[in-house]
């Protein structure tokens, strides 16, 4: 009777950590899956103060924001009347060059080439290491 009894503790004891077993696994699992990031863009109108250009690619534009929105569930960083420098970022092909043949990128060459006081309407957001960024240029 003692032999069952014991037999039967071991049985439980065994059932049981196995089902702890696979929740654990189960656990591990549901946290490797991978979270995704939603870049925080703002839709401005701005004016051009200035536009330091080196050549179609590679300028900045410093700029007066004058209306800003952004996606609701995200904190809009571009505000009204600010003054803010930003340059573009291209939209590179396969080999790490600027993909000429790209709508977004003609658009951004197009914007180096406007001039001051001229209202134009950007995307803009803005990181860490490089600041604020055009996106977009919509003409």
Do not use: H
Request: aromatic content about 6%.
């Amino acid at each position: 009777m003692k032999r069952q009894i014991i037999l039967l503790i071991f049985l439980f004891i065994s059932f049981n950590g196995c089902a702890k077993k696979t929740e654990k696994i189960e656990l591990k699992s549901d946290e490797t899956k991978l979270t995704t990031i939603k870049e925080n863009i703002s839709f401005v109108s701005a004016k051009i103060l200035e536009v330091n250009k080196k050549s179609d690619t590679i300028y900045t534009t410093k700029i007066r924001i004058l209306e800003s929105t952004s996606d609701e569930s995200l904190p809009n960083f571009a505000q009204v009347n600010e003054v803010i420098v930003a340059k573009p970022r291209f939209i590179l092909n396969e080999i790490g060059s600027i993909d000429l043949r790209d709508q977004r990128n003609q658009n951004l060459i197009e914007l180096s080439r406007e001039t001051k006081d001229k209202v134009v309407k950007l995307i803009l957001t803005r990181t860490l290491n490089e600041g604020w960024l055009i996106i977009d240029f919509q003409n």
